[in-house]
């Protein structure tokens, strides 16, 4: 009885590592240090796609990397490579227009940003493809990218509400 479960384990398990090799476009072997974002950097893989393929392996916060376990980075025909690292002052609108791409674009391949874009982080990695290239969320599945980190800084400065211009300023006040 016993016999028979370990021969079927080893006859099922160079199969599902066969099978899982060959779902996933690019791995990664963790390193001591790495966190979540620090790993999508240095391997053009988004915030939100790094997420996205390893539900399995990377919880909500990104605090359980093991240093030796593999990482799919992407699967292939829906892997994007296309990446940029978000810098201070940065707003959606200028890494659209930088790479060339609207919105729809911009949250279809990120869509950990809400829409008004104002959970833009330092630090975190955009998928700035001018298509749709990045995997759909698994349903049900908490993302990394879905929250930000603890040590995270915003990104956006939004433009400061215009209280403080006077009335008097506005040409078309005037002829009221
Ligand atoms: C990431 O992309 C940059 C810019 O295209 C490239 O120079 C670098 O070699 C890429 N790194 C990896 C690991 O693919
Ligand atoms: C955004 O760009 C895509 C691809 O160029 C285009 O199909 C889509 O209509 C654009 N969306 C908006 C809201 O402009």
Request: with cysteine.
């Amino acid at each position: 009885m016993f016999s028979q479960t370990v021969v079927a384990l080893i006859a099922v398990l160079p199969f599902a590592a066969q099978v899982m090799a060959a779902d996933c476009a690019r791995s990664y072997t963790i390193q001591e240090g790495d966190i979540c974002d620090s790993i999508s950097a240095a391997q053009n893989v988004s915030t939100y796609q790094l997420a996205a393929v390893n539900t399995d392996k990377i919880d909500a916060t990104c605090s359980n990397l093991n240093p030796g376990d593999t990482l799919c980075l992407g699967y292939p025909g829906e892997d994007c490579t296309t990446t940029y690292v978000v810098q201070p002052d940065d707003s959606c609108d200028a890494v659209q227009a930088a790479h060339g791409m609207n919105s729809t674009i911009l949250l279809a391949n990120n869509p950990q940003l809400d829409e008004a874009c104002s959970n833009l982080y330092i630090g975190e990695v955009l998928c700035v493809a001018p298509t749709v290239q990045a995997p759909a969320a698994p349903s049900g599945a908490v993302l990394h990218g879905a929250s930000i980190p603890a040590t995270a800084t915003a990104a956006a400065v939004e433009a400061a509400p215009t209280d403080d211009i006077d009335d008097e300023d506005l040409p078309w006040c005037e002829d009221l």
